[in-house]
């Protein structure tokens, strides 16, 4: 072949090639991702159906435990009338011994009902679930069943609580109810037939597929989809510039190998050897001419540009490790310090910075400091130690600036004329981090294109610095890019972090009145009545229910009904302790828990909380201008453990029964429970060293002494649960 040749080839496999693998590794890796995190999205939202139909399932066994618990048959239509009424299921059916029904409520959901432990045979009108009705005795006396319809409306919500389309098939695998447009349902029902168990599965539309049920606790046999979310006309772009890049690379070897001679047949070999990897290379340089002067140039360039490969191989590496460890802290914990930690670490030694600071916007304008490095004799305060007295409000110095504009700055060092709380230096950088953007990250250098909307900027979340270089050199282009790397990593990490606490929070407090739900108040009872158990000590329950709600609701409407509520909660609040925890069941029935609190103690919180309520009607918007005034009364069932029952549930159960009494009694009280009868059959003795002794007036003291003397009242030193702020 000859030199020309030699050239054309070389030039071609040094452009193209990489060109070509990194086209199609663009390529196979966004679809990868794409199919990675639609998995992922469909595995969280499979998660999310099952709870919500398992909450379903609980609900409507919850609904007919409480009517098949009813001691009276004559009552049991009532309370399936409450039970209807309250919304915990669409309908109760009382059934005889021989499935005959006895009672039903009216406006019932069209059948065929599923038992919710069930495997469908056909289409599902309804979720049922169904108690037996027993006799003291054991007796057959019948059943109650309670059902939920499953319709349209309740689809829909099971793809607004999971973010996918969800769509429900009868036992022959037709669509029964779907939220899918109609110009992909076949698309989707085609590629479920495809789809076995946890696989995701594709259409052709670029839309992925799974299948959900049934199977036990969820016998609703659904699927679940969500649209690609690769770029359009990806792959065509793609093919579009290896097309430009080998038709500049074809041009250009052309036009090397037409105008280089014979003579540089000789570099043209080292040169080929380079375009291979090795660059120890070297050209003998036999003349002072052009030939020979480009020889020495190419022996610069080889040597020159071995050390810089040593020099990016052994940053690369050292970037990777970095890279490695950050990963893994930020896929590990949510511990936002050592996320913050690690970020900074890997900052200072992938820029090669003497000391850099974090700092995060809080509520009032201002950067606060929250992980800082090598500040020492730098500091602007008296206590280097804390990293909170780094204060600079937004748009005050370097980074308050940096904060304020959304724009990334080096430079040197100007002291100014009014301190700005900022560490002193001779050179920095700054670069702000900020929530992740929705529509995706932006391209460095690709401003919108016209017509597209730039949107607002993302909110800042604070600001990077990393302060004087080793070596004394100021901070380059290529350190920015490296801090905004580190800085987009930082801000995944805080907008993570703030997600998780904000998801916690949402799954265990109540969304209109803010106190506990009942998910929490399930596992606050286990936990203090271990702990009660544990040191000895007692803890009253109260259950609340405002009296007469429902004519609130139908008197001044649901808007008043949701105020008097939030109201209530305040003035709970107002009245127990910071060491009480105040729930709401659901309705207007609510729930206090009195850690430490014998039921002296519990009926004074019982009588504040009844006065409080009684004494101030609570003040709501009206229909014309002036304020309603609604008069509300509260009656509350006290119980306390372990006078009144020997476990959580029972204790829950007991003062649901004084609250039942409260209401018998006239409503606007409180009752007390009566001690629980133990059982002589299960009961046994068993010493301990602290007990809790009831005085003979039948009213139990939290406390007693030890063996030594010392008293065992006061805060447990085991671990307790957030507990509920006083709302003042």
């Known amino acids: 072949m000859t030199l020309r040749g030699r050239l054309t080839v070389a030039f071609l496999v040094v452009v193209l090639g990489p060109v070509l693998l990194g086209a199609f590794f663009v390529g196979a890796t966004l679809s990868t991702v794409d199919r990675s995190r639609a998995t992922e999205r469909l595995g969280l939202a499979a998660a999310g159906v099952r709870t919500s139909v398992d909450a379903l399932c609980q609900q409507l066994r919850a609904a007919a435990d409480a009517v098949a618990l009813v001691a009276d048959p004559a009552a049991r239509p009532r309370a399936a009338d409450q039970v209807v009424g309250r919304g915990l299921a669409a309908a109760v059916v009382i059934a005889d011994p021989a499935g005959r029904t006895s009672y039903a409520t009216a406006g019932g959901p069209a059948g065929p009902w599923q038992d919710c432990v069930g495997v469908p045979a056909g289409r599902v009108g309804a979720l049922a679930v169904q108690v037996r009705l027993r006799d003291p005795a054991g007796v057959d006396l019948g059943a109650v069943a309670a059902a939920q319809p499953v319709d349209p409306a309740f689809v829909a919500r099971l793809a607004a609580v999971t973010g996918v389309g969800v769509t429900l098939l009868d036992a022959p695998g037709r669509i029964t109810h779907t939220t899918e447009n109609p110009g992909v349902r076949a698309a989707v029902l085609a590629a479920a037939r495809k789809a076995a168990g946890d696989r995701v599965a594709g259409t052709g539309d670029g839309r992925y597929v799974r299948r959900v049920g049934p199977s036990p606790g969820q016998p609703l046999p659904l699927v679940l989809s969500?649209?690609?979310?690769?770029?359009?006309?990806?792959?065509?772009?793609?093919?579009?510039?290896?097309?430009?890049?080998?038709?500049?690379?074809?041009?250009?070897?052309?036009?090397?190998?037409?105008?280089?001679?014979?003579?540089?047949?000789?570099?043209?070999?080292?040169?080929?050897?380079?375009?291979?990897?090795?660059?120890?290379?070297?050209?003998?340089?036999?003349?002072?001419?052009?030939?020979?002067?480009?020889a020495?140039?190419?022996?610069?360039?080889?040597?020159?540009?071995?050390?810089?490969?040593?020099?990016?191989?052994?940053?690369?590496?050292?970037?990777?490790?970095?890279?490695?460890?950050?990963?893994d802290t930020l896929a590990s914990t949510h511990d936002l310090q050592r996320i913050l930690r690690v970020i900074l670490d890997s900052a200072l030694?992938?820029?090669?910075?003497?000391?850099?600071?974090?700092?995060?916007?809080?509520?009032?304008?201002?950067?606060?400091?929250?992980?800082?490095?090598?500040?020492?004799?730098?500091?602007?305060?008296?206590?280097?130690?804390?990293?909170?007295?780094?204060r600079v409000p937004v748009g005050t110095g370097v980074v308050g600036a940096v904060a304020a504009t959304g724009e990334p700055v080096r430079g040197r060092w100007t002291?100014?004329?009014?301190?700005?709380?900022?560490?002193?230096?001779?050179?920095?950088?700054?670069?702000?981090?900020?929530?992740?953007?929705?529509?995706?990250?932006?391209?460095?250098?690709?401003?919108?294109?016209?017509?597209?909307?730039?949107?607002p900027p993302s909110a800042a979340l604070g600001v990077l610095a990393l302060y004087d270089r080793l070596g004394g050199h100021e901070f380059d282009d290529d350190d920015l890019v490296t801090l905004r790397t580190f800085a987009g990593h930082?801000?995944?990490?805080?907008?993570?972090?703030?997600?998780?606490?904000?998801?916690?929070?949402?799954?265990?407090?109540?969304?209109?009145?803010?106190?506990?739900?009942?998910?929490?108040?399930?596992?606050?009872?286990?936990?203090?009545?271990?702990?009660?158990?544990?040191?000895?000590?007692?803890?009253?329950?109260?259950?609340?229910?405002?009296?007469?709600?429902?004519?609130?609701?139908?008197?001044?409407?649901?808007?008043?009904?949701?105020?008097?509520?939030?109201?209530?909660?305040?003035?709970?609040?107002?009245?127990?302790?910071?060491?009480?925890?105040?729930?709401?069941?659901?309705?207007?029935?609510?729930v206090v828990l009195l850690p430490e609190t014998d039921a002296r103690g519990a009926t004074i919180v019982a009588e504040r909380l009844g006065a409080v309520v009684r004494d101030q009607p609570v003040v709501v918007d009206g229909h014309g201008d002036e304020p309603l005034r609604v008069p509300v009364t509260v009656s509350v069932g006290i119980a306390v453990y372990p006078d009144h029952a020997a476990g959580g549930q029972q204790v829950l159960d007991a003062a649901d029964d004084a609250l039942y009494a409260a209401k018998a009694a006239g409503r606007d009280g409180f009752r007390l429970a009566p001690a629980a009868v133990p059982d002589p059959v299960r009961t046994q003795e068993i010493p301990v060293v602290a007990v809790t002794v009831s005085p003979p007036d039948g009213l139990p003291r939290a406390g007693a002494a030890d063996p030594a003397g010392a008293a065992q009242g006061g805060a447990s030193s085991g671990p307790h649960p957030p507990r509920q702020s006083r709302g003042r």
């Not at 065509?236 to 003579?263: E, Q």
């Open 296 to 327: 020495g140039a190419f022996n610069r360039m080889t040597r020159e540009t071995g050390s810089y490969v040593a020099a990016l191989t052994s940053s690369r590496d050292q970037l990777r490790n970095h890279l490695v460890v950050l990963g």
């Open 349 to 390: 030694a992938g820029t090669g910075a003497r000391a850099g600071a974090v700092l995060l916007l809080d509520g009032h304008g201002v950067l606060v400091g929250q992980c800082v490095e090598g500040l020492a004799g730098r500091w602007p305060t008296d206590d280097p130690a804390d990293p909170a007295t780094l």
């Open 226 to 294: 969500v649209p690609a979310q690769r770029p359009p006309g990806l792959y065509g772009a793609l093919v579009a510039a290896v097309a430009l890049a080998a038709l500049l690379a074809v041009l250009a070897a052309w036009r090397l190998a037409r105008v280089t001679t014979r003579p540089l047949v000789e570099l043209a070999a080292a040169v080929d050897r380079v375009a291979h990897g090795d660059l120890t290379t070297r050209v003998p340089v036999r003349s002072r001419d052009e030939i020979g002067r480009l």
């Open 415 to 455: 002291a100014p004329e009014t301190p700005t709380g900022e560490p002193t230096c001779e050179t920095y950088v700054a670069v702000p981090f900020a929530a992740p953007d929705p529509r995706g990250p932006e391209r460095p250098g690709h401003p919108p294109a016209d017509g597209d909307p730039a949107g």
């Open 490 to 590: 930082a801000a995944v990490a805080v907008e993570n972090v703030r997600v998780h606490e904000e998801a916690q929070r949402l799954s265990l407090t109540d969304p209109l009145t803010g106190l506990w739900n009942y998910r929490y108040l399930r596992e606050s009872i286990r936990r203090e009545v271990e702990r009660a158990s544990r040191f000895g000590r007692m803890l009253s329950v109260l259950a609340l229910d405002l009296d007469r709600f429902k004519d609130v609701n139908d008197t001044w409407g649901h808007a008043a009904g949701d105020a008097v509520l939030v109201e209530f909660a305040r003035r709970v609040r107002g009245v127990i302790r910071e060491v009480d925890l105040a729930f709401r069941q659901g309705g207007e029935e609510f």
